[in-house]
């Protein structure tokens, strides 16, 4: 692995799935990093997420449980309606502590839980979405000493995330897809 890094924590919403289909199956077999997502998803209705990139990923993925210890190559994306937070210990935790830009699981909640453990060696990423979601974490990730990427607006479904991740960090690096997966790899020591 390159750059010390030791996690990975991408935030979407709206376009989250053709987004996410650029970027996670280009993770190939034996990538060293756990991956961590939240999705806005409606809070009564059953994931798909998970299901849905088993079938495209080299790497396991799964939805995130209560207290599961992270593992490397692993995908761990938000239930429905819980936050997901990573622990001290680095544990998983969910929590339905209120919603945060309307949203929970939020993005912030995640990247700043994050950042509090992994520090420097936490990769963030906002790709596209239809809020502000993320922008709060995203500067957590970067206090921390961590590296923030944010899909290019220009090439996002929806891109108000993505311009306020910019707006309020412009130390974060705006890359289409395509180069967030090749620097996801590259960082995994898997380029």
Known sequence: MSAGAEAVVIGASAGAVDALSAVLPALPKGYPLPVMVVVHLPPDKKSVMAELFRGKCAVDVREADDKEPLTGGTVYFAPPDYHLLVEPDRRLSLSSEEQ????????????????????????????????????????????????????????????????????????????????????????????
């Open 100 to 191: 945060v830009h309307f949203s929970r699981p939020s993005v912030d909640v995640l990247f700043e839980s994050a950042a509090d453990v992994f520090g420097p060696g936490l990769v963030g990423v906002v790709l596209t979405g239809a809020n502000a979601d993320g922008a709060r974490g995203l500067r957590a990730v970067l206090a921390a000493g961590g590296t923030g990427l944010v899909q290019a607006p220009t090439t996002a479904a929806a891109t108000a995330m993505p311009l306020a991740a910019l707006a309020a960090h412009p130390a974060a690096r705006a890359l289409t897809l395509d180069q967030i997966a090749a620097h996801l790899r590259e960082l995994g020591g898997t380029s």
